[in-house]
Nanobody
Framework: QVQLVESGGGLVQAGGSLRLSCAASIRTFSVYHMDWFRQAPGKEHEFVARITKSGGRTYYADSVKGRFTISRDNAKNTVYLQMDSLKFEDTAVYYC??????????????????WGQGTQVTVSS
C-alpha cells in the first residue's frame, strides 16, 4: 500500500519559518521525483517545488524561489519543505506528491502518481 503522510503545518506569523515533512510508505521511494504543491482558497493547485529521484536537482516556482528549500532523505523515505520568510500569500493547503516520470517543464497536478492528504499552512500578518 502506497501512502504519503504530511506533517508540520500550522499557523505562523509573516516573516517566520515552518518546516513541512512528508513520510512515504512507498517501498521504492528513490524511483520517484517528489513535489510540493499548494492550493489557496478558491485557486487551482500550484506547483511549489520539485526534487529529483536522487536529490541531485531541485526546481522552484518563482513565487517561492529564494525562500523555500526542498530536500529528501531516501534512507528515511522522507521529503521536506523548509519555508522561510513566509508571506500572507503563502497561506494554502500544502500537498506532498510523488511522480515517477514527469520531467521538469511539464509538472502539473494531473500527472501526479500519489498524493498526500495535505497540511494547512496559515500565515498571519
Amino acid at each position: 500500500q502506497v501512502q504519503l503522510v504530511e506533517s508540520g503545518g500550522g499557523l505562523v506569523q509573516a516573516g517566520g519559518s515552518l518546516r513541512l515533512s512528508c513520510a512515504a510508505s512507498i517501498r521504492t521511494f528513490s524511483v520517484y521525483h517528489m513535489d510540493w504543491f499548494r492550493q489557496a482558497p478558491g485557486k487551482e493547485h500550484e506547483f511549489v517545488a520539485r526534487i529529483t529521484k536522487s536529490g541531485g536537482r531541485t526546481y522552484y516556482a518563482d513565487s517561492v524561489k529564494g525562500r523555500f528549500t526542498i530536500s529528501r532523505d531516501n534512507a528515511k523515505n522522507t521529503v521536506y519543505l523548509q519555508m522561510d520568510s513566509l508571506k500572507f500569500e503563502d497561506t494554502a493547503v500544502y500537498y506532498c506528491a510523488a511522480d515517477r516520470a514527469t520531467p521538469w517543464g511539464r509538472i502539473e497536478a494531473a500527472h501526479v502518481d500519489v498524493w498526500g492528504q495535505g497540511t494547512q499552512v496559515t500565515v498571519s500578518s
